[in-house]
């Protein structure tokens, strides 16, 4: 269903692949940027890029499974950060990576921004995923 692409001719990616293919037939996602909101809409990690990227990553994972998926079938993202500095969104970098998204490895950006959307929100992730058939077991 996913097939997840390193392309010998370019640099070996460390933990994300190049491309992702999915056959044609099959559900996908396109899930809107999770941001780091509690349930109430209240900004979590105030300041704490690393604190936010987990929130988002929590949040992530409930849009996936509201729509029948997991992190295990994203197949792309673009990372978020308000950053223009490399520690700073490697820090977010490692939470992403830590979180299971990196299994597949999906195909991904990290993009240092200026600002984003809520007052004091430091990272967001947009991400499309495989909806697997629930029969399918995949």
């Not at 097939?3 to 037939?25: D, I, K, M, Q």
């Not at 559900?27 to 780091?36: C, D, E, N, Y």
């Not at 992190?71 to 520690?87: C, F, I, M, P, Q």
Request: charged content about 15%; overall charge negative; hydrophobic content about 45%.
């Amino acid at each position: 269903m996913i097939r997840r692409v390193t392309v010998p001719a370019l640099f070996p990616p460390p933990t994300y692949s190049h491309a992702s293919v999915v056959e044609a037939g099959t559900r996908l996602a396109f899930l809107a940027g999770s941001v780091p909101l509690d349930a109430d809409g209240k900004l979590v990690g105030e300041g704490d890029p690393v604190r936010q990227a987990r929130q988002v990553i929590l949040n992530l994972e409930e849009q996936l499974r509201a729509v029948g998926s997991d992190l295990g079938h994203v197949v792309a993202t673009d990372v978020y950060v308000v950053s223009g500095e490399s520690a700073v969104l490697t820090s977010v970098w490692d939470v992403v990576e830590a979180s299971g998204l990196s299994a597949g490895p999906h195909s991904s950006t990290l993009i240092g921004v200026a600002c984003l959307g809520y007052t004091g929100q430091l990272v967001e992730i947009t991400a499309t995923a495989v909806v697997p058939d629930a029969d399918a077991g995949s």
